[in-house]
């Protein structure tokens, strides 16, 4: 336990700053939400693009498609858990039907999982960068499944006009620079190394990891900042302990037993397994906030699930690895 809130430290200190800042009133409400627009149109879609021109190849993403898939399939749990229960929250208002539905669909599937990684598994870099590479199923999940839960959008004309976000098109933007790359190196069209046009490409990657590097510390204030304004009366609920329930119990039993039938390769299924059990992703705030959900609700269920998950985690890692 003492070694999982180590890796957590990053996260705690990163939040305890938006915590301080709101408390001092240098930021408060509006710039929560101006903030959480300049992170989905300028940082976050930085940080998709760097991600994956970065660590991946064509080759790379067909070769190891389980990884993907399988987190697909996790967050799709989450999402059909959370919509089967959706009639017992009929007293709740609509905001927070949709960030409850939203928060049962998203989990922290990069940065704390990436630490984590790294401290069971230190002479193994693979399993980080399987990590990584899995975030483009959650990104694919995040932004259709995610995108219709939190706007209660139905699957209409609008609702596909919203999906051309800009993270979205960063995501497909990606995947064609990525399938342009092999093709030119296929045929001989690559762009000679150390030349211009090499020089060019690098150098636009490198100012967007730059600026993809802003998405989690600018996540991290945001919640902290969410959290400064919480009402004491949106932590003890039978709303909370039902989600966190769910969040830390329910999917995570679900998924690690699918996990453990399949006849996956051991890492690839530990892998899977720790994303499977992880709390509440943060940048859940920072979407509520864009899209006029419940940022109460989801700074709430970020704080408790990031709380209880100390001791639930190594409980199923103990059941997996």
């Not at 985690?313 to 997996?320: H, K, N, R, T």
Request: with cysteine.
């Amino acid at each position: 336990m003492l070694t999982l809130f180590i890796k957590m430290l990053p996260l705690v200190l990163m939040t305890l700053a938006g915590y301080a800042l709101n408390r001092l009133k240098v930021i408060d409400a509006p710039f929560n939400r101006q903030l959480s627009r300049v992170m989905l149109n300028v940082f976050y879609p930085c940080l998709i693009v760097s991600s994956i021109l970065r660590n991946f190849t064509w080759e790379g993403l067909l070769r190891n498609w389980a990884m993907p898939a399988g987190t697909v399939c996790i967050l799709l749990t989450g999402w059909l858990v959370g919509w089967a229960t959706l009639p017992f929250l009929r007293r709740q208002s609509e905001p927070t039907r949709r960030c409850y539905h939203f928060v049962c669909l998203m989990n922290n599937y990069s940065f704390l999982p990436i630490l984590m990684a790294a401290a069971l598994w230190p002479q193994d870099e693979r399993a980080v960068a399987l990590i990584v590479f899995s975030g483009l199923g959650s990104e694919l999940c995040v932004w259709t499944l995610g995108l219709k839960a939190l706007t209660g959008q139905r699957l209409d004309r609008a609702f596909l006009r919203n999906l051309v976000s800009l993270p979205m098109v960063a995501l497909a933007g990606s995947f064609a620079l990525l399938a342009l790359r092999a093709y030119g190196a296929r045929h001989g069209l690559a762009p000679a190394q150390g030349g211009q046009a090499s020089l060019l490409l690098t150098t636009l990657v490198e100012s967007c990891r730059i600026a993809g590097g802003a998405t989690i510390p600018a996540s991290a204030v945001i919640c902290g900042s969410r959290i400064a304004m919480l009402r004491p009366g949106r932590l003890l609920t039978p709303l909370m302990a039902g989600f966190c329930g769910l969040r830390l119990l329910v999917i995570p039993a679900l998924c690690v037993g699918v996990l453990l039938l399949l006849p996956l390769e051991r890492e690839v299924r530990n892998v899977l397994a720790l994303i499977a059990v992880m709390p509440a992703a943060m940048s859940s705030v920072t979407l509520a906030e864009a899209y006029g959900g419940d940022a109460e609700f989801s700074a709430a269920a970020i704080l408790v699930t990031h709380v209880v998950c100390l001791v639930t985690i190594p409980f199923w890692l103990s059941l997996v690895l």
